[in-house]
């Protein structure tokens, strides 16, 4: 097929059952800086807007944080009679404000900047699971949707467990927006894959084209001496590389895609787009976008994509040389959470702040019993707090999936034990990280399950949440009755806080 693109219009699908886009997305994050000196002209960029409509690319994603990208869509609404479709993100910091008005605050602001009524997809990205902050404003997104300011509830960098835990919990989610490429395959290489299928969750991948890296321009090319002399995608995706084996299998990849590439006269980003486009449970490729006189350039580029089909013995030869690669750590989104942290800076200095607990780590150094509690009602009167911490040693309750105010719903993960044992690892998370523990440092679980059939499925939970962590803590789990006909899995913990680092004995 001859690899023209002049006249290809994008491939189209539906999200949420009722939005038509194109199979690709422009994505406005270079607009939050990072990539260039350049001011943004926001009437110029409004007016890019328009040239890419004409060809058909005629949906935008971008968030709070992408500097004037919202306000660019609130230009071209208030100067253009065109439509378009602008996906936003509500990236709120770990500030403990759980509040509907501060929710609506984003939303509203969201809205003002982009002159719009609705928000199409409103896109929630969750920094830390064991906050339950994330339970509290997806709920107040829920409300918001009922009201009519938001068509659609998505989340980004959401792994495979916790997504199914808030569809588990009666969430809705549109979409996921996760990092996939023919370098980093843990959508398909993990259960996230399976999950969004099952529930008709569709994926917005991103990082497809590696920052630039899935070019020409790299093809043979030594690898950059100097990271920090790198745009913050390059910077990011070059230790995706380094994650996935290093240059010299990367460099190899390169090699085939170029081979197909020259064969449909296409570039080797045109190649590497329409590999993640095969995968069944991408709905699109979010490609990065300045909005500026360049762009209309490089959009054509990007319908190359949509003009020439990958034969099976093409697929057969970018599998034979992924065989190379190692896998990138984790599931998708652990980049953000877990190490290696696979940003721009190497760690999360550009997205969280240090917490540091001057009460705590007195009371610590002084030998001080120090009790957490979560504020049940149940603690008071039964005489008892979620966590106990002694010297190094801290001691975490009985625990269960007890859902929060404003949920409606009676436990977090609905009927399946394998979700309510994802969320209940999550509370014990959260009060080890209040006794400054983390989940790595449990040296025992007591697991306790009412259903023999759930044996199965709470184990892989539990095997899965401390395969993350790194360790094998000693267990016990039994069939007993639990108190609630709703609770399906309570789980004890002990940990000594430092005796984290493994030797691996075996017989």
């Not at 607990?357 to 509690?373: F, M, P, V």
């Not at 966590?387 to 190094?392: I, L």
């Not at 309510?420 to 523990?437: E, N, W």
């Amino acid at each position: 097929m001859d690899g023209s693109s002049s006249s290809v219009l994008p491939e189209q699908t539906t999200i949420g059952g009722d939005i038509v886009i194109p199979r690709i997305v422009s994505g406005l994050w270079q607009l939050a800086g990072g990539h260039d000196e350049t001011t943004i002209d926001i009437d110029a960029a409004a007016r890019t807007m328009e040239r890419l409509i004409d060809s058909g690319f005629n949906c935008f994603d971008m968030a709070d944080h992408y500097g004037d990208a919202e306000r660019v869509v609130g230009r071209f609404h208030a100067t253009s009679s065109r439509s378009l479709l602008a996906f936003t993100k509500w990236c709120p910091p770990e500030s403990g404000i759980r509040s509907f008005e501060s929710a609506e605050q984003a939303v509203d602001l969201a809205l003002q900047r982009m002159g719009q009524k609705q928000i199409k997809l409103m896109q929630y990205h969750i920094w830390d699971y064991s906050d339950d902050t994330y339970w509290h404003n997806l709920a107040h997104l829920r409300v918001m949707q009922k009201q009519g300011k938001i068509r659609h509830i998505g989340v980004t960098n959401v792994d495979a467990a916790h997504l199914e835990l808030l569809i588990d919990t009666g969430f809705k989610i549109a979409t996921n927006q996760v990092s996939c490429s023919v370098l980093d395959r843990r959508l398909v290489r993990g259960r996230l894959a399976s999950i969004c299928e099952k529930h008709e969750v569709g994926v917005l991948a991103y990082g497809t084209l590696l920052g630039g890296f899935l070019s020409e321009k790299w093809l043979d090319q030594p690898e950059p001496a100097d990271i920090h002399s790198l745009n913050w995608s390059l910077r990011k995706y070059l230790r995706f590389i380094r994650a996935a084996g290093g240059w010299h299998p990367f460099q190899g990849l390169l090699r085939a895609l170029s081979t197909i590439a020259r064969k449909h006269n296409v570039s080797i980003a045109a190649v590497a787009t329409r590999y993640v486009l095969d995968i069944p449970t991408v709905s699109a490729v979010i490609v990065g976008c300045r909005l500026t006189a360049e762009s209309s350039t490089y959009m054509m580029k990007n319908q190359e994509a949509f003009s020439f089909v990958l034969s099976e013995d093409e697929h057969e030869l970018i599998h034979k040389t992924q065989e190379a690669l190692s896998d990138i750590p984790g599931d998708c989104g652990d980049e953000y959470r877990r190490r290696p942290y696979l940003t721009a800076a190497g760690d999360l200095s550009h997205h969280l702040k240090d917490s540091h607990n001057d009460k705590l780590n007195d009371a610590i150094a002084t030998g001080q019993r120090i009790e957490y509690s979560t504020g049940s009602p149940w603690e008071p009167i039964a005489g008892y707090c979620r966590a106990v911490r002694t010297g190094d040693h801290v001691y975490v309750s009985g625990t269960t999936a007890n859902s929060l105010a404003g949920l409606s719903v009676l436990v977090l993960g609905g009927g399946s034990a394998r979700s309510q044992t994802v969320a209940v690892l999550d509370i014990i998370s959260r009060a080890l990280k209040a006794l400054g523990g983390s989940l790595s440092d449990v040296v025992r679980t007591r697991v306790i399950v009412r259903n023999e059939a759930d044996c199965e499925a709470v184990s892989r939970a539990h095997g899965w949440a401390f395969q993350c962590e790194g360790i094998r803590p000693s267990n016990m789990l039994f069939v007993a009755s639990l108190v609630g006909a709703e609770y399906l899995v309570e789980i004890e913990a002990e940990a000594r806080v430092g005796f984290n680092r493994v030797l691996r004995l075996s017989s």
